[in-house]
């Protein structure tokens, strides 16, 4: 048998056909990044350390912010999607009166609206869906089984989902099951509130994806003249970069595992990384 193969939506972590999944805490930046990914797309453009090929038609269903909002966050990126990003906000939109995704009959009136949507987003579970426990397997089954039959249509789908206890995604772990792509995002260790929006990036499952595609790394979003610049740095270089200012500063390996949350035995590593190549960043 001779498949087709699965092009990129975002490459390398999204494809024709995918289920993926973005968790956080609250406040963390989940509800930018997945605007981030629906511009990209809907674009052919790029965003943080992933690229989309082509332009794809994409809906955005939020349950959440308000539709004002939402424009507002879109505007800040620079290039417009042409038509094909839609939005759909509860607070506008007849069919979100009562949108509960955990049963057939919502998921039959979101799939008469789909029309070419290559890519769904889904933000955010919690707020789209409503009955049974969210610990329970169960109360699953059906929304598991709708994402399912869109893969076999070639939609993908990225659900967003609030972080649990514990650092997971809330509620039974058999929603990780079918999933090609869970990414998870958290506030750095010496994170500080005036950083805004600044995060970590993991990839917590990837299916095809190896090598540096798969690395962590961390994210920034500043806004100049009401324009959206995100910033990425390699979470290796973040810590190599505290640690060498707190060996600076004097401070004992001890104080600076405590403070960065490393391994003594790590922070001696990169310490030792640093010293080797100090002598050639001096050289003329």
Known sequence: MKLKPRDFILEPII??????????????????VAIGIAHAAATGGSFLNWRAPVPRDVLYVDGEMPGADLQE??????QVSSGRLRILPMDEQEIGVSLNLSQAESQERLEAILGPTELLILDNRSTLTSGGRENEAESWDTMQSWQLRLR???????????????????????RE???????TLKHPDDYKIEDGARFEVHLGKARGVFGEA?????????VHSGEALWTMKDLQD??????????????????????????????NRIQARLKAIQPSSNKP
């Open 73 to 78: 966050r879109l505007r800040m990126f620079s």
């Open 15 to 32: 494809r024709t056909g995918s289920l993926a999944m973005l968790s956080a805490f609250r406040g963390v930046g989940k509800t930018q």
């Open 214 to 222: 798969a690395r962590p790394f961390e994210a920034k979003l500043e």
């Open 152 to 174: 076999r249509r070639g939609i993908s789908v990225l659900l967003i989902e609030h972080e649990g206890r514990g650092g997971n995604p809330r509620g039974t772990s058999k």
């Open 238 to 267: 973040v810590e190599a970069d505290l640690v060498m200012t707190m060996t600076r500063d004097g401070e004992s390996v001890r104080d600076i595992a405590a403070a960065t949350g490393l391994s003594r035995s790590k922070v």
């Open 177 to 183: 099951d079918v999933l090609d792509t869970l990414i």
